[in-house]
């Protein structure tokens, strides 16, 4: 990080809540450096952990999978979640013939009860235009290669509906428990931009910790 990055100020609306956050530290409300903490802990870790449960779950038990395909909504409050803001969800299956991706072309609708705070690129722009357009190309450089006999499909969040991806379960993991599956599931690959990974994977991961 550059010292430009502690000098320049943020754009609006970004200004107006550095402002606030600036304020309640001066005030004593708040420790410096609590809410980009409580944020890390939301995005990267609570939040998705929440979706991927769900997921391994599902995996395991083929009752509560075929609830959540049928009605998202309703399955996940028997795990504890609902839409806040009173959003249908809708769960998005990947299967061998096709391969799902989520986006919110209009403004940056997200499932963030399941995953949690939304990064920095599924607001962006450019992926929310080029997702729709060039679906191929842009699972490509987030190194999600689609083989051309599989279909992708991008589905279009809005304020009645958010969307979350089943990824398919990684092979040789059939006697895995749930707490290792969910070990396997990426926020990316619940927006569809990823894959969950591979036991494999998990072990170089654990390897390196």
Not at 139 to 165: K, P, W
Not at 178 to 207: C, H, W
């Amino acid at each position: 990080m550059s010292s430009d990055d502690h000098t320049k100020p943020p754009a609006d609306p970004a200004l107006r809540i550095k402002a606030i956050e600036t304020l309640m530290v001066e005030k004593g409300k708040i420790e410096p450096g609590a809410i980009s903490e409580l944020v890390e802990i939301f995005q990267n870790k609570l939040g998705p952990r929440i979706g991927a449960k769900v997921v391994a779950k599902a995996w395991l038990d083929s009752g509560f999978k075929a609830r959540l395909l049928a009605d998202g909504t309703e399955a996940l409050k028997e795990v504890g979640v609902s839409g806040l803001q009173g959003e249908d969800m809708v769960i998005l299956e990947n299967t061998t013939s096709i391969h799902n991706v989520i986006v919110c072309t209009l403004c940056s609708c997200y499932p963030w009860t399941v995953l949690g705070l939304p990064p920095t690129w599924y607001k962006s722009a450019p992926y929310r235009s080029r997702i729709v357009i060039e679906p191929r190309k842009v699972l490509a450089e987030f190194g999600t290669a689609i083989s051309q006999d599989r279909e992708v499909r991008v589905y279009d969040s809005n304020a009645e509906i958010r969307y979350m991806v089943l990824p398919m379960r990684p092979e040789g993991t059939d006697d895995w428990s749930e707490e290792q599956l969910v070990a396997l599931v990426t926020r990316d690959s619940m927006i569809g931009t990823g894959l969950p990974l591979t036991p494999d994977q998990t072990v170089k991961v654990e390897a390196t910790a």
